[in-house]
């Protein structure tokens, strides 16, 4: 049995802990919050034992395997290390931090002291990119792909009230691409590996936070666009484009369906059966590796490379963290 507790108590935690109910081999016990009041009522809700509100002391609890990060961006390096120096295994959220320059600080933790550590990628795990991968073959040379995440926030609407909640909060390490564009980047290293060059643009609100983004990715012989937004929505299908067909995405983040328009035969379609709640898969994937006592290389090198490339991005857009200083 692993016994977990969770850092954040916002609407993203209350989706994972759906999940992991549907997972025998996790017992939710502990819930983290600043808040005694904050805590104990989401504690509450979900059946969990005990609240914290000091990080130390939930680093050191005997009773606790492992630990959910869903903090703001800014915080995953910090907890993430503290857990993981204290043998806790950690699922990160995504983006898994900050910077790579922090990236490697959790990866050492993780190593030095036999802990798993996983981003919380969703897309990464479901069936759905599986079938993507699985199928690219059938498109010939792959010459173009067009991956996009555009969702207007609802948070962006208290902005324009006035109100800047932490979404949209570069001091966070928060913004479009950290957000939202990530959602981009790491399924397409995950199955094209790390771009040659890249070439980026941004739009920017008066705070300085970026509101949308696309980055061009260029590899030997292909071309991947790349475009996210958190104050407009957007058609959802994303395109892998090949020689011999094109194959239509319906929605990056948790894919259901794929069509292949062939050039010289009749459309394919292929329906992926799984669960409504494709967390499931980012949780079942964290406790094989927990029972296994065994890190994900691939995993751990793709986030990596996330990393580095958003890295790069920012560096061209010139979004600087304060992370970005504290990590130097």
């Not at 509100?53 to 961006?73: C, F, G, H, Q, R």
């Not at 062939?262 to 379609?269: G, N």
Request: proline share 3%; aromatic share 8%; glycine share 6%.
């Amino acid at each position: 049995m692993i016994r977990f507790a969770t850092i954040g108590t916002n609407f993203i935690v209350d989706l994972f802990l759906e999940a992991a109910k549907q997972d025998k081999r996790l017992t939710y016990a502990a819930a983290y919050s600043r808040s005694e009041s904050t805590g104990r009522k989401f504690a509450e809700k979900h059946g969990a034992e005990k609240v914290y509100t000091n990080l130390t002391e939930l680093a050191e609890a005997k009773d606790i395997d492992a630990v959910y990060i869903a903090s703001p961006n800014y915080a995953h390096c910090e907890q993430a290390v503290l857990m993981l120096e204290h043998k806790k295994h950690v699922l990160c959220e995504k983006p898994i931090c900050s910077n790579h320059a922090e990236f490697m600080k959790m990866e050492k933790a993780a190593r030095e002291n036999h802990a798993v550590l996983l981003e919380a990628m969703r897309p990464a795990y479901d069936p759905g990119i599986k079938a993507v991968k699985e199928n690219l073959d059938k498109l010939g040379k792959i010459r173009r792909v067009t991956f996009r995440f555009c969702q207007y926030s609802s948070r962006y609407d208290k902005f324009k009230a006035g109100k800047i909640e932490n979404a949209f909060k570069p001091e966070l390490s928060n913004g479009a691409l950290m957000d939202i564009g990530v959602y981009c980047v790491h399924p397409l290293i995950l199955l094209f590996g790390r771009p040659e060059r890249i070439c980026a643009d941004a739009v920017f609100l008066e705070n300085g936070v970026d509101a949308e983004g696309t980055i061009l990715a260029g590899y030997q012989g292909m071309l991947a666009e790349l475009s996210y937004s958190k104050v407009t929505d957007g058609m959802p299908e994303c395109e892998i484009q090949g020689e011999d067909g094109i194959m239509i995405i319906d929605r990056l983040v948790d894919p259901k369906v794929l069509r292949i328009l062939y050039r010289k035969k009749e459309e394919e379609r292929i329906c992926i059966a799984k669960s409504e709640n494709n967390m499931i898969y980012e949780i079942e994937r964290w406790c094989d590796l927990i029972e296994a006592k065994t890190p994900d290389e691939s995993a751990l090198c793709v986030s990596g490379i996330e990393m580095e490339i958003m890295d790069a991005v920012r560096k061209q857009l010139h979004i600087v963290f304060p992370s970005d200083e504290k990590s130097r």
